[in-house]
């Protein structure tokens, strides 16, 4: 079996996150990884489910959850477009996630405001993977909104 690339799972988050813009959503996307397969996908969905839990990581990670059949994700890696805010991060915490990978920083509500030990202490982390697209598409989205 091949090994698919950390920018191949971010392609298909990007596609999630895409989905979020077409709906009117705030456009981050995310994946959910297992033994080089994804076993959940989700986009935000804030406005439509109007619930201001409904971040994509947290979709993708109840619905690995499921998949998995169990409350911890420690060989799973979840691929989001957007650094995770404080919620999401905590979430992973208690989900034991044993990697993350996100595109775009977000300087004001990511988990790295309050820090890394917001994640799990295992936990892997990769930053900057097509981070240049997903900023285009929040940047498109929010100039979007204005007009």
Excluded at 58 to 63: G, P, S, V
Excluded at 110 to 123: I, K, M, N
Aim: charged content about 25%; aromatic content about 8%; some cysteine.
């Amino acid at each position: 079996m091949i090994q698919l690339s950390d920018e191949y799972f971010m392609r298909e988050a990007l596609k999630e996150a895409e989905k979020a813009y077409e709906a009117r959503e705030v456009p981050v996307g995310a994946v959910v990884v297992s033994n080089n397969q994804i076993i959940a996908r989700a986009y935000n969905q804030v406005e439509r489910l109007q619930d201001a839990t409904a971040h994509a990581e947290m979709l993708a990670l109840t619905a690995a959850f499921s998949d998995v059949g169990g409350k911890y994700l420690p060989s799973c890696t979840l691929y989001v477009t957007l650094e995770p805010c404080c919620m999401c991060g905590g979430a992973t915490y208690w989900a034991q996630l044993g990697r993350l990978v996100f595109g775009a920083h977000d300087p004001r509500r990511g988990y790295s405001t309050v820090g890394r030990q917001l994640l799990h202490p295992r936990t892997e982390v990769t930053e900057d993977v097509h981070s240049e697209e997903a900023s285009q598409l929040l940047t498109r989205f929010f100039k979007r909104l204005r007009s």
